[in-house]
């Protein structure tokens, strides 16, 4: 497995905070930017004119995530991961408007206990996959393989033709540090 030819990308609107989690927020917090979120234009911000499911979910689906990814051997320093694309994403370059910003990572540059992933959104996996071999979390290592293997015709079938891309979790904020202060 070699890590240094891939990296992470996380995609994010000019107008909203970079690189947090809305599930790191207070409740008073979270209400307060769910006001501004769901006013804004892209398909990114739809999910918060339905709010309160969305919200609902998202803490099931991250509760799900973070037991999972103990489960396999991760080691968490938060709870509340930042969300990431393996690669980089066509598709999430639109997410948030025209203006979609990002931030790139370079994969061999994190543990494989700070990491998770999952094939297509981890919110989409959570409720839809329920009774399918997608629905787990996969570490760094498996992930690597699963893209690297030719003989793997049936998970690249169905990874191109029903997913946009595959979502990373990093579990660990210490890689973010420099574009924090930015």
């Not at 497995?1 to 970079?18: D, G, L, Q, R």
């Not at 694309?85 to 025209?98: E, K, N, R």
Request: aromatic share 16%.
């Amino acid at each position: 497995m070699e890590s240094n030819n891939y990296v992470i990308t996380h995609y994010f609107s000019p107008h909203t905070a970079k690189l947090r989690n809305i599930m790191s927020y207070s409740e008073l917090e979270k209400a307060q930017i769910i006001s501004i979120l769901q006013n804004m234009q892209g398909i990114g911000f739809n999910r918060f004119k339905k709010h309160k499911f969305y919200m609902r979910i998202r803490m099931k689906t991250e509760q799900w995530l973070y037991e999972e990814f103990i489960l396999g051997g991760g080691k968490p320093s938060t709870s509340t991961p930042i969300y990431f694309v393996f690669g980089q994403s066509p598709h999430m370059s639109t997410w948030y408007g025209h203006d979609t910003l990002s931030v790139t990572l370079n994969l061999a540059e994190i543990a494989e206990d700070d990491i998770s992933f999952t094939i297509k959104d981890s919110l989409m996996t959570y409720i839809l996959e329920s009774n399918n071999a997608y629905r787990r979390v996969f570490n760094k290592r498996e992930i690597i393989n699963i893209v690297e293997c030719n003989d793997k015709k049936d998970f690249h079938d169905y990874y191109f033709i029903h997913n946009k891309y595959i979502e990373a979790q990093l579990w660990n904020y210490q890689y973010l540090a420099q574009y924090m202060e930015e």
